[in-house]
């Protein structure tokens, strides 16, 4: 056992032994996450293992500390650790990313999107109209001027990826907050080939003339080439937002450079820390000097107190993530996606745009007879974490779906490699070939019940655990 493991053991069972005394089932639950986590093939694309350093460091007094505000210019007395942690973060972000600037503050990469855009609003139409009307800041517009303002921000346009194609709720989907304060229209990708069509893209934003264009995507299996938004950006005037939530890992590891890196192309980027960067669960953006006074607004603009613990773990991530094993990790994170999209491939399973080049792997399940949600409960039955998802253009909507989205991150954190993915892609084709829908009561087609054909759970689940023991999770750590 590592040292480590022995000092992370001791803490951890102490702490749950407190926890205990106060309220069982919350220690009950604790343990049980750590038992299920070891116990199941983790395929959710957006899902990693942080490190036991990341883990502790979010569990301190730094928690308690309000610092609403800037490094060095808060509304607290007594922040001065806070502007430490906070400094140190938004160093390591900056170095990491080679940005211009970077801030740490929000505390999820919906937060981390909302200062996105509310500082590219403040930039491209508070700011002019500040300066039109001779005010310095929005205290000295009269009603009526502030009045004529909030109507200029509604009615501000935004292009992000259509959520079928593999874009996320705030890049403009009605439901999203991003749907109703902009007028949206979204791309889509090209029917035949699943990729997006930069060209149609480019005459779509003509037409359209955004304020925003969004690039970035949720279940988006391809990489994206950010020289050709850029230019798509500066052709009709639109500020480039990357959200970069999902593959910020393949940037930091330098797995995705040149036109395929964000960092100097784009004005704005947001992220999350805790999917492929595999930090703790937060956000954080970075930004040109231009946009930095802008997004540092991210308080009081859309955010309140900073979460001074997980600033601190930001901070610890960042710095793992600047160590050369984690270039080592990213790649192998890509190479593994490769391995499990040829593995399903050769077994005949159909894959949105027929493979992948980032971390994530979108299996179309309508030739299995399946909907997402009934493979996905069939896989999670047989001990394989997915999730549904929608394909484009996809026949059963965004709850039943017809995708199953899977991702490399997490067990590639435990140690698999391409043989292990070979075997994980083994073993979803058996589930999936060995489970039916049951039609509905009237004989319909049923979305949502299905049957697995007996002993196909148990046999996989034996298969999984195999590969889990041989790449054990927090080795040593018992609790
Ligand atoms: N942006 C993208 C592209 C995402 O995939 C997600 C999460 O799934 C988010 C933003 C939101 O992140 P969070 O859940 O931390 O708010």
Redesign the pocket.
């Known amino acids: 056992m590592t040292d480590l493991a022995r000092t992370a053991s001791s803490v951890y069972s102490q702490i749950l032994d407190v926890v205990e005394g106060i309220e069982p089932r919350i220690a009950d639950a604790t343990r049980a996450e750590l038992a299920d986590q070891r116990a199941s093939l983790k395929l959710i694309a957006?899902e990693n293992y942080a490190s036991l350093p990341v883990l502790m460091t979010m569990g301190t007094w730094l928690s308690d500390k309000y610092a609403e505000g800037t490094i060095g210019h808060r509304f607290y007395a007594g922040c001065q650790n806070v502007d430490t942690v906070e400094s140190v973060a938004a160093e390591h972000a900056r170095e990491l990313f080679g940005a211009e600037y970077a801030y740490v503050q929000p505390?999820?990469?919906?937060?981390?999107?909302l200062v996105a855009y509310w500082s590219i609003l403040a930039q491209r139409v508070e700011s002019p109209t500040l300066e039109r009307l001779g005010a310095k800041t929005v205290n000295d517009l009269s009603e009526e001027d502030w009045e004529q303002l909030r109507a200029t921000f509604n009615s501000q346009r935004v292009m992000g990826m259509s959520l079928d194609a593999g874009?996320?709720?705030?890049?403009g989907f009605r439901h999203n907050i991003s749907g109703k304060m902009f007028r949206q229209h979204s791309y889509g990708t090209d029917p035949a080939t699943g990729l997006i069509d930069y060209d149609k893209l480019l005459a779509d934003a003509r037409e359209f003339r955004p304020l925003i264009l969004v690039a970035?995507?949720?279940?988006y299996p391809r990489r994206v080439n950010f020289a050709r938004m850029r230019e798509i950006a500066d052709e009709v005037g639109a500020t480039l937002f990357v959200?970069?939530?999902?593959f910020a890992g393949l940037v930091a590891g330098k797995v995705f450079t040149g036109e395929e890196n964000p960092v100097g192309y784009a004005d704005v980027i947001?992220?999350?820390t805790?999917?492929s960067l595999r930090g703790p669960?937060?956000?954080f953006v970075l930004a040109t000097a231009e946009y930095a006074p802008s997004v540092d607004k991210g308080c009081p603009m859309v955010l309140g107190g900073p979460l001074s613990h997980i600033m601190a773990a930001k901070a610890v991530a960042f710095a793992e993530a600047r160590q050369a094993s984690f270039q080592t990790y990213a790649q192998k994170v890509a190479d593994n996606a490769k391995a499990l999209a040829e593995g399903l491939l050769k077994r005949g399973v159909n894959l949105v745009t027929g493979g992948t080049d980032n971390h994530i792997v979108l299996l179309d399940v309508g030739s299995f007879g399946l909907t997402g949600r009934q493979a996905e409960s069939a896989l999670l039955d047989a001990g394989i974490v997915t999730n549904r998802n929608s394909v484009p253009h996809d026949p059963n909507g965004a709850w039943y779906t017809t995708g199953v989205r899977i991702g490399t991150p997490a067990l590639t954190t435990r140690g698999f490699g391409a043989a292990e993915f070979d075997t994980v892609a083994e073993l979803i084709t058996g589930v999936l070939t060995a489970t039916a829908p049951v039609p509905t009561a009237a004989g319909a087609p049923g979305k949502a019940r299905y049957t697995l054909a007996d002993g196909v759970a148990a046999r996989t689940r034996a298969a999984a655990a195999e590969l889990l023991d041989a790449n054990p999770l927090y080795p040593g750590l018992e609790v």
């Open positions: 957006s505390h999820s990469g919906i937060d981390a999107n874009g996320h709720l705030t890049h970035g995507y949720s279940a959200d970069m939530a999902h947001a992220s999350t805790h999917k669960r937060g956000g």
